[in-house]
């Protein structure tokens, strides 16, 4: 049977990529820093996906199997029989398990000489190629030679509302029927798998900044704005239409330099855009506002949802007023559970908003959108 190693035994890893692979005929070894999950995983070998769509659909993920990562051997042996390598653990987490990926990749070029491919499943532009800068600095430089030849790192995009869970089980999960992952065809190493749900195409990065600068651009503006106005979830915070037109309309703003940059059709984007907000309508995902805007630090940075389509819409020459709005939102993000939102608040009050803008947003101060955002924010 076919291995897949899978880092990140979370909702997403569970409920989709690894989901896909175990479908596709792959035994998935998650790989996980959570020691009850990985009991359950092993004790249980299999969990359910529950689709929640128009009517209730439930998938059995059987053939599983969990390691902790703090067993780097036994990782590594794992990765030694793998034919793909999989992760779906947070950006901020891609360099902390590169070392073990690095370990598995070492012993893997002295006993076998099969392709493998190593794919970053992560809300993050170029997250794979991120992911093989940080491997092969561990590596010698003999071994980075081999790699080069032998190791994919496929570019990756990868789209599926995956909300917090309510079930009774551990490792149940619940998902939205719809899903995406799109990787890119030039990157990979042999052989292109066949994953079925996984799509390989040439033009990836289109693809990439469509959903990122669309579903998360869109999700993070209606999860500020909602938290700022006291909801609780994003289908709260979207059934006041004033919330709901401002989310449109940052997606809108943001569709203006896609369709722009990458030749979308104008009418087809409209189309992309409705089909969006209609998923963050379903009433079945109960998706927390607290949950989608957490680490706003990072999400306020210039390559995010946020900040670089406003700033290509206003070289475009338009004025993006609603993802302004969402960015002002998203500077006033003080939930107490969440670090990089109480660090936020501090740095605003210690060295003010115009800081902030220039040092997190980077937003030069003599930039139309310094003064918008300010006046929103203030």
Same mark, same amino acid.
């Given at each position: 049977?076919?291995?897949?190693?899978?880092?990140?035994?979370?909702?997403?890893?569970?409920?989709?990529?690894?989901?896909?692979?175990?479908?596709?005929?792959?035994?998935?070894?998650?790989?996980?820093?959570?020691?009850?999950?990985?009991?359950?995983?092993?004790?249980?070998?299999?969990?359910?996906?529950?689709?929640?769509?128009?009517? &209730?659909? *439930?998938?059995?993920? +059987?053939?599983?199997? #969990?390691?902790?990562?703090?067993?780097? @051997?036994? =990782?590594? %042996? $794992?990765?030694?029989?793998?034919?793909?390598?999989?992760?779906?653990?947070?950006?901020?987490?891609?360099?902390?398990?590169?070392?073990?990926?690095?370990?598995?990749?070492?012993?893997?070029?002295?006993?076998?000489?099969?392709? &493998?491919? *190593?794919?970053?499943? +992560?809300?993050?532009? #170029?997250?794979?190629?991120?992911?093989? @800068?940080? =491997?092969? %600095? $561990?590596?010698?430089?003999?071994?980075?030679?081999?790699?080069?030849?032998?190791?994919?790192?496929?570019?990756?995009?990868?789209?599926?509302?995956?909300?917090?869970?309510?079930?009774?089980?551990?490792?149940?999960?619940?998902?939205?029927?719809?899903?995406?992952?799109?990787?890119?065809? #030039?990157?990979?190493?042999?052989?292109?798998?066949?994953?079925?749900?996984?799509?390989?195409?040439?033009?990836?990065?289109?693809?990439?900044?469509?959903?990122?600068?669309?579903?998360?651009?869109?999700?993070?503006?209606?999860?500020?704005?909602?938290?700022?106005?006291?909801?609780?979830?994003?289908?709260?915070?979207?059934?006041?239409?004033?919330?709901?037109?401002?989310?449109?309309?940052?997606?809108?703003?943001?569709?203006?330099?896609?369709?722009?940059?990458?030749?979308?059709?104008?009418?087809?984007?409209?189309?992309?855009?409705?089909?969006?907000?209609?998923?963050?309508?379903?009433?079945?995902?109960?998706?927390?506002?607290?949950?989608?805007?957490?680490?706003?630090?990072?999400?306020?940075?210039?390559?995010?949802?946020?900040?670089?389509?406003?700033?290509?819409?206003?070289?475009?020459?338009?004025?993006?007023?609603?993802?302004?709005?969402?960015?002002?939102?998203?500077?006033?993000?003080?939930?107490?559970?969440?670090?990089?939102?109480?660090?936020?608040?501090?740095?605003?009050?210690?060295?003010?908003?115009?800081?902030?803008?220039?040092?997190?947003?980077?937003?030069?101060?003599?930039?139309?959108?310094?003064?918008?955002?300010?006046?929103?924010?203030?």
């Amino acid at each position: 049977m076919k291995t897949a190693v899978h880092f990140g035994a979370g909702n997403i890893g569970r409920g989709f990529i690894g989901f896909l692979l175990a479908k596709a005929g792959y035994r998935v070894v998650f790989v996980d820093i959570n020691p009850g999950l990985i009991e359950e995983l092993n004790k249980s070998g299999s969990y359910k996906v529950l689709e929640k769509g128009d009517e &209730l659909k *439930v998938h059995l993920v +059987e053939g599983v199997e #969990g390691i902790l990562a703090s067993d780097e @051997e036994m =990782v590594a %042996e $794992k990765i030694i029989e793998a034919q793909i390598v999989t992760t779906a653990v947070g950006p901020g987490v891609l360099k902390a398990i590169a070392p073990i990926i690095a370990s598995g990749i070492s012993l893997r070029l002295k006993r076998s000489s099969k392709p &493998l491919n *190593v794919i970053a499943c +992560e809300n993050m532009v #170029g997250a794979s190629t991120f992911l093989k @800068e940080k =491997v092969m %600095e $561990k590596l010698t430089p003999e071994e980075r030679q081999e790699a080069i030849k032998k190791v994919g790192f496929p570019d990756a995009s990868v789209d599926r509302i995956v909300p917090p869970q309510e079930g009774t089980f551990l490792l149940d999960v619940s998902v939205e029927p719809y899903f995406e992952w799109v990787v890119d065809a #030039g990157g990979f190493a042999g052989e292109i798998p066949s994953i079925p749900g996984m799509k390989a195409v040439d033009n990836l990065r289109a693809y990439v900044e469509r959903k990122i600068y669309t579903l998360n651009t869109g999700h993070a503006v209606a999860a500020y704005l909602g938290y700022q106005k006291g909801y609780g979830t994003i289908l709260d915070a979207l059934n006041e239409k004033s919330i709901l037109e401002t989310v449109r309309g940052a997606m809108e703003e943001s569709g203006t330099y896609l369709t722009t940059r990458f030749g979308f059709d104008k009418k087809e984007h409209g189309n992309y855009i409705e089909s969006t907000l209609r998923r963050f309508l379903n009433p079945a995902l109960k998706d927390a506002v607290v949950r989608v805007g957490r680490n706003p630090l990072r999400k306020l940075g210039p390559e995010d949802r946020l900040i670089y389509p406003a700033m290509k819409a206003q070289q475009l020459g338009i004025t993006p007023h609603n993802l302004c709005k969402g960015i002002a939102a998203a500077l006033k993000f003080d939930y107490e559970e969440d670090e990089e939102a109480l660090k936020l608040q501090m740095m605003i009050k210690d060295e003010g908003i115009e800081q902030v803008l220039k040092k997190v947003c980077g937003i030069p101060e003599e930039n139309p959108l310094f003064e918008i955002i300010k006046g929103y924010f203030l």
